[in-house]
């Protein structure tokens, strides 16, 4: 199954990587999206009001993308580093920023997601060590 999952995972972040976040409709009603304490706006969100907080940190950018870099099978979830690129509205200087996420799959779907600063943050969270 952890296979299955990492595919699940990979394939989700393929249209974020070309700047396409229409992936966010397929989420489901349940969806989990939970950001560490270090990072703005930290907290937990779930159902319509995760996906509107990633609508709008989305929004907050042009020409943005969103790939993940690595991708760590951890069994049960799916470590991820992500690589966004975009450039912040209002302007001309594009900026990158670097996460890790544990990403968890349920049924074939990205079910919930944990944002962190570290990697091994990240891997602790799911259960691993470096």
Do not use: C, H
């Not at 699940?8 to 229409?22: I, K, L, M, N």
């Not at 993308?65 to 049960?76: L, P, Q």
């Not at 580093?81 to 349920?106: C, L, M, N």
Request: charged fraction near 30%; avoid cysteine; hydrophobic fraction near 40%.
């Amino acid at each position: 199954m952890s296979q299955e999952n990492v595919e699940v995972v990979r394939a989700f972040y393929e249209q974020p990587a070309r700047g396409d976040f229409s992936v966010l409709d397929d989420l489901p009603d349940d969806f989990a999206f939970v950001t560490s304490d270090e990072l703005p706006d930290a907290g937990t969100y779930r159902g319509s009001a995760a996906v509107q907080f990633i609508r709008d940190w989305i929004a907050s950018f042009d020409d943005l993308t969103i790939s993940a870099t690595e991708i760590v099978d951890a069994g049960d979830k799916v470590v991820i580093e992500i690589v966004q690129s975009g450039r912040p509205i209002g302007s001309d200087k594009r900026v990158e920023g670097r996460w890790w996420q544990t990403v968890a799959v349920r049924e074939g779907q990205i079910a919930a997601v944990e944002t962190f600063q570290r990697r091994e943050d990240a891997l602790e969270a799911a259960g691993l060590s470096e």
